[in-house]
């Protein structure tokens, strides 16, 4: 642990006078090829930086940051497009949006100035029949309800604490079904993505002040395909294969297949890209040959979103399922192909097993470090 402990600083302090040079000298570059070639040395060391990391827990977020969302950043950012444009203010909110998994809330738009009294509206409403009138008109909306929702803080409680019953469940793994160990493998790997990411963009929300959009939005209650992808798993892939995979494929296809046909296959090609992501973070953790089955995943539920799309589109309101049994069958679906294709190649390298084993080995060296 204490290797790899030293490996991981190496790692991000290397990234991160990377990310330095980008900010005081390629952003100074014209953007287009010429930032972009500036910037290749970069992509090259974020490829190969991980591949000192050996740990699930320090690799997986290492390999997701840097090989994913920096790389993806950077390559927005050579062409002036992106979360890092226009150039932040100064190098530490550079560096957090370069490789943290955060999406900066967008200020909201000024207050209207106050209006000025119209003396002769003044006038009018000193009628008593006007004052009679304006007691019993309708309301033109709703009053307004308290928020009923449960604090994100303490649902996030509530999520490290099933976390922890999940890792402690894994001691019965042997006298389980396996159904349902394949279950709590499901529930572990939202959980823990959520937390993990969660926490990561908890510096930039307290140090820098940063106010952030959620990285999840309770995915358990999605209703369908396209709700669950495109508004509630992992919003922050999303926002950036919107700009680097599907908008480009979209603007290429349209004057070949029309714009609709377009925009479906820029929803598989999207989901393709992540496919492939997703391979190559599959080779860091298991450092194996790729077997294709997490890309294939991903295709296969490109192709049923954008049919889900495209049925919607058709059918209109004329026939739909309530949000109860589409979410059902969207999470059941989720559910078999994730067992079918997802999970399998790294299970076959042990991966969840080192994931568990880590949990022990990072008890005791916290507790080596408190005594």
Not at 267 to 291: C, D, K, N, Q
Not at 305 to 321: D, I, L, M, Q, S
Request: with cysteine; proline share 8%; glycine share 6%.
């Amino acid at each position: 642990m204490d290797e790899e402990i030293r490996s991981f600083i190496k790692v991000w302090s290397i990234a991160i006078t990377c990310l330095c040079y980008c900010y005081y000298l390629s952003s100074r570059i014209p953007n287009g090829i010429k930032r972009l070639i500036s910037l290749l040395p970069i992509f090259y060391l974020f490829i190969i930086l991980p591949l000192d990391l050996h740990s699930f827990h320090l690799g997986a977020p290492t390999i997701f940051f840097l090989v994913w969302l920096g790389t993806f950043k950077l390559l927005l950012f050579s062409f002036d497009q992106g979360p890092l444009s226009p150039l932040p203010k100064n190098i530490f909110h550079f560096i957090s949006i370069s490789c943290l998994p955060i999406k900066i809330t967008q200020n909201p738009p000024p207050k209207s100035p106050p209006k000025v009294e119209n003396p002769k509206y003044m006038e009018i409403a000193k009628n008593p029949l006007y004052q009679k009138w304006e007691k019993v008109k309708p309301m033109t909306s709703p009053p307004s309800k308290s928020d009923s929702k449960v604090p994100k803080s303490v649902l996030m409680g509530i999520k490290v604490i099933l976390s922890a019953l999940i890792v402690k469940a894994y001691e019965y793994r042997p006298y389980l079904p396996t159904y349902i160990t394949l279950l709590l493998y499901c529930c572990h790997l939202y959980l823990g993505i959520e937390i993990v990411l969660a926490l990561s963009g908890l510096p930039a929300r307290t140090l820098l002040g940063f106010e952030l959009e959620p990285q999840f939005n309770e995915p358990y209650l999605t209703t369908s395909l396209q709700d669950f992808w495109g508004r509630r798993w992992n919003l922050m892939v999303s926002s950036i294969l919107k700009p680097t995979a599907f908008q480009p494929a979209r603007r290429l296809l349209s004057p070949i297949l029309g714009p609709e046909w377009a925009r479906l296959a820029a929803f598989v090609w999207a989901f393709t890209v992540s496919g492939l992501m997703h391979e190559a973070i599959y080779y860091y953790l298991t450092r194996a040959r790729p077997t294709w089955e997490v890309t294939l995943f991903f295709v296969l539920h490109g192709v049923c979103t954008a049919a889900e799309v495209a049925a919607k589109k058709k059918f209109g309101g004329k026939w739909r399922p309530s949000g109860v049994v589409s979410g059902g069958l969207a999470l059941g679906f989720l559910v078999v192909t994730g067992n079918w294709l997802f999970f399998p190649q790294l299970m076959r390298n042990g991966v969840h097993e080192k994931c568990i084993k880590e949990y022990s080995v990072m008890v005791d060296f916290v507790k080596k470090i408190v005594k």
